[in-house]
């Protein structure tokens, strides 16, 4: 036992322990990053499929289901091997330059994850009834304000749980990029491994951490549901 | 473009699709689908046991299965794979090739999403079937596996194949720890080619798509199905 908690300090002083911080800070930035833009593609997919213009439904459509159906491993490595080498030279080389690994893994997450997002959205809105759009443009209410103050509230409530879901799916996914060369907690973690040996305890500590913030968000995401019921149960 | 994913598939299209079979180990497209099946058929059982000891009115059954679940979906696919990696051989004493581990790895991680399903159809039936069988007299176990489980686990039914669908994309991380599966194939094929990344991978990508979207649709036909037999049996009660 006192062997195990030696190795745990050893995995938590000096270099080793700087390695594992600077892990979690590119894994968080990397998880608030594709966040970001997940959420700003999945709102304009949903306001496209909204417009019932045929086209560009069955191109939201098509958009959700290819992102669905494959492996997000295979479409990290699509971009960073794949779409990247067909891009013009001096792209590649600046690419190279602005750290490429990070940013095709937090375009790559973003654009899956939006699928997702977008989908937990359009179901949570399909359930207001459309007496509520009605009842709202009745009382004089415009289109933008009726959405605005009536339906997006609404909306967002009832999707709110598959959201956290989803979130918290894509900050695990966010170890997949360490198949590219990120170097996030999970990379970082296989590093001191290599330099220690400590297998158990290196371990330990990334998947602690790892838990701690997938329970603090599904932790926090229950709250902010049960305030927001609070808010709009009259 | 296309004249090079039809060059790559001609060449190559064994390997993607059964590996180095059998001059090696079976891989590919097929050993994808045997990993996935294999991990859905020990997972399954496991997680309706897990499922029982979830909605049991023991704590001391229910208490530890919440805590698996909750660690279980709050650490990502890779750490379960590294952990099974290095405990499993020191657990059972000999080294176990990569596709044992990553079917070990999926069978524990899945067992955990499967028991939430199976939850999930449980206590979305209503409570009078538990309590008419209680009244007609049968105990907890008999009411458990002759009344609640079957039509439990018939409503999950299209969860239950969106779920293989996930099994069948995790088996892709197989690569991370060289288990013979399509995506490492698809990377067996990359390093010999080396000049034709994008063409491998959207070879790769598109094959995947194809199997989980016949899957998709598989689900969805279930899904009708399972509504239709609802509303009609709901029109019998009234």
């Not at chain 1, 479409?75 to 990070?102: K, R």
């Amino acid at each position: 036992m006192s062997q195990f908690t030696q190795g745990l300090e050893k995995v938590l002083q000096g270099d080793y322990l700087d390695i594992i911080i600077r892990g979690i800070k590119m894994t968080l930035e990397l998880a608030a990053l594709s966040w970001v833009l997940a959420m700003v593609i999945a709102l304009s997919l949903v306001v496209i499929r909204l417009t019932n213009n045929k086209v560009a439904v069955a191109l939201v459509a098509a958009y959700v289901s290819y992102h669905r159906n494959i492996p997000t491993l295979v479409q990290l490595m699509l971009w960073y091997f794949g779409i990247s080498s067909l891009f013009p030279f001096e792209l590649q080389m600046w690419l190279v330059d602005q750290n490429a690994e990070f940013i095709f893994a937090a375009v790559a997450l973003g654009l899956c994850q939006a699928a997702y997002f977008s989908e937990d959205i359009r179901s949570g809105m399909r359930a207001i009834s459309s007496g509520q759009t009605e009842a709202s443009r009745a009382l004089g209410f415009g289109y933008l304000r009726s959405m605005y103050y009536i339906i997006l509230p609404q909306g967002i409530r009832n999707s709110l749980p598959s959201l956290i879901n989803h979130t918290v799916l894509l900050f695990k996914n966010t170890s997949l990029a360490m198949a590219i060369g990120v170097v996030e907690l999970t990379y970082a973690t296989r590093e001191v491994e290599n330099y220690t040996f400590l297998t158990f305890q290196s371990y330990l500590v990334a998947t602690l951490v790892y838990l701690f913030f997938s329970l603090l968000l599904m932790f926090a995401g229950a709250l902010f549901a049960k305030k927001l019921n609070k808010v709009y149960a009259r | 473009m296309f004249a090079n994913v039809i060059d790559i598939l001609s060449q190559y299209w064994e390997l993607f699709l059964i590996g180095q079979y059998p001059h090696g180990p079976l891989g590919g497209l097929v050993n994808t689908l045997i990993l996935a099946s294999l991990a859905l058929i020990i997972a399954f059982p496991l997680s309706v046991l897990l499922a029982i000891a979830r909605t049991s009115p023991f704590g001391i059954f229910r208490h530890p299965v919440t805590v698996w679940v909750y660690v279980m979906r709050g650490i990502p696919l890779i750490m379960i794979i590294f952990w099974t990696y290095f405990l499993v051989p020191s657990l059972i004493g000999r080294n176990i090739g990569g596709f044992t581990t990553m079917l070990c790895t999926l069978v524990l991680y899945q067992s955990a999403y499967l028991c939430e399903i199976v939850r999930g159809g449980l206590q979305s039936l209503p409570a009078g079937q538990v309590e008419a069988s209680r009244a007609l007299g049968l105990g907890y176990f008999r009411t458990m596996f002759f009344i609640l489980l079957p039509q439990a686990l018939y409503n999950s039914i299209p969860s239950l194949i969106s779920q293989f669908i996930s099994i069948i994309k995790e088996t892709s991380l197989g690569y991370i720890i060289n288990a013979q599966e399509m995506t490492f194939a698809a990377n067996q094929v990359n390093n010999q080619l080396l000049v034709k990344p994008f063409e491998v991978y959207f070879i790769l990508a598109v094959t995947y798509y194809i199997l989980c979207f016949g899957l998709t649709q598989l689900a969805q036909w279930f899904e009708r199905r399972i509504e239709k037999k609802r509303q009609g049996s709901d029109l019998l009660a009234t």
